[in-house]
T-cell receptor
Framework: GAVVSQHPSRVICKSGTSVKIECRSL??????MFWYRQFPKQSLMLMAT?????????EQGVEKDKFLINHASLTLSTLTVTSAHPEDSSFYIC???????????FGPGTRLTVT | DQQVKQNSPSLSVQEGRISILNCDYT??????FLWYKKYPAEGPTFLIS?????DKNEDGRFTVFLNKSAKHLSLHIVPSQPGDSAVYFC???????????FGKGTHLIIQP
């Protein structure tokens, strides 16, 4: 069964508004979670690492003031896309490593469409 | 600069035959490699992984081979089944707390 959930699965918002996406680990605690973005027919690109109890670390080229990450608890990380623009439309996916393994388990993804 | 490369955007294989998906990498710091299967509008599903200290890992119909000197890995699926049709991503990690670097994926199509 699924070990990582995301909500919502799909969201449409107007340009200039903010959207929050939740990522939860279902039966384990995750001190670290990762956020990725996938554009159509492209690879998954790591955006940032969400750390419980400390600030997120962002990959080069990802605006930390635009993509706000909060790791509120050991089972929840949120990504807020602020002042969304049409070019932010994408598929956002989170992942978490389970236990001490190197495998990362992914959520089902969130399709964001900004009109 | 793409650090993980999957040079075949698509691959068509007959049902029952072997599917071989290839992946090359350039970053010598990668020490763990993973294969994921993905359907459209869904998150990737973990298939199999291999540590850089090994050259082969097998799990049922799936086997991953790693050639460190060539910086090349491959995923073998045998026998291929219709349900294997999906996009397969190769991913690599340079440390336990690091995110993954993905290739662009190979769309595997299993022909009946």
């Amino acid at each position: 069964g699924a070990v990582v959930s995301q909500h919502p699965s799909r969201v449409i918002c107007k340009s200039g508004t903010s959207v929050k996406i939740e990522c939860r680990s279902l039966d384990f605690q995750a001190t670290t979670m990762f956020w990725y973005r996938q554009f159509p027919k492209q690879s998954l690109m790591l955006m940032a690492t969400s750390n419980e109890g400390s600030k997120a670390t962002y990959e080069q080229g990802v605006e930390k003031d635009k993509f706000l990450i909060n790791h509120a608890s050991l089972t929840l990380s949120t990504l807020t896309v602020t002042s969304a623009h049409p070019e932010d439309s994408s598929f956002y996916i989170c992942s978490a490593p389970k236990n001490t393994g190197r495998e990362q388990y992914f959520g089902p993804g969130t399709r964001l469409t900004v009109t | 600069d793409q650090q993980v490369k999957q040079n075949s955007p698509s691959l068509s294989v007959q049902e029952g035959r072997i599917s071989i998906l290839n992946c090359d990498y350039t970053n010598s710091m990668f020490d763990y490699f993973l294969w994921y299967k993905k359907y459209p509008a869904e998150g990737p599903t973990f298939l199999i992984s291999i540590s850089s200290i090994k050259d082969k890992n097998e799990d049922g119909r799936f086997t991953v081979f790693l050639n460190k000197s060539a910086k090349h890995l491959s995923l073998h699926i045998v026998p291929s089944q219709p349900g294997d049709s999906a996009v397969y991503f190769c991913a690599a990690s340079a440390g336990g707390a690091d995110g993954l670097t993905f290739g662009k994926g190979t769309h595997l199509i299993i022909q009946p």
